[in-house]
């Protein structure tokens, strides 16, 4: 009981609170599995997001800008058969400035031909 969170037992280990202003704020403590779980997974999500990068590159046409450019249903079609995450994936890239697309959020059929560009 005395490693358990939730007994009532005065002698258990309570978790460290942090504050906002703290570093550590809403971070696993370091060393921790879940670290590391969230270190593996950051890792992985990075890999599929130069992955789709590849694919865009392949798949796309060069405009006259030099950008490489490919149509979101022509993306999908190609994508969805290695990854059903698409959308995510492609929103991550677009958060770390790889990617350029109108809009939020792009949905299967309504945005088919909304151009994502490679940067």
């Known amino acids: ?54 694919i865009i590159r392949s798949t796309g046409e060069v405009g006259e800008d030099g950008h490489v450019s490919v149509t979101f249903g022509q993306l999908f079609e190609t994508y969805v058969t290695i990854s059903n995450k698409v959308v995510g994936i492609l929103l991550r890239a677009r958060k770390h400035g790889l990617v350029h697309f109108e809009g939020e959020m792009l949905w299967q059929g309504k945005d088919d031909n ?5 940067l």
Request: neutral net charge; glycine residues 10%; proline residues 8%.
């Open 1 to 54: 009981q005395r490693k358990n969170p939730f007994s009532n037992d005065g002698l258990a280990s309570r978790p460290v609170h942090t504050h906002r202003g703290d570093p550590t704020y809403g971070r696993p403590p370091e060393g921790s599995q879940t670290e590391q779980r969230g270190k593996d997974a950051h890792s992985h999500v990075g890999k599929e997001v130069e992955e789709l990068c590849l």
């Open 114 to 118: 909304v151009i994502i560009t490679l």
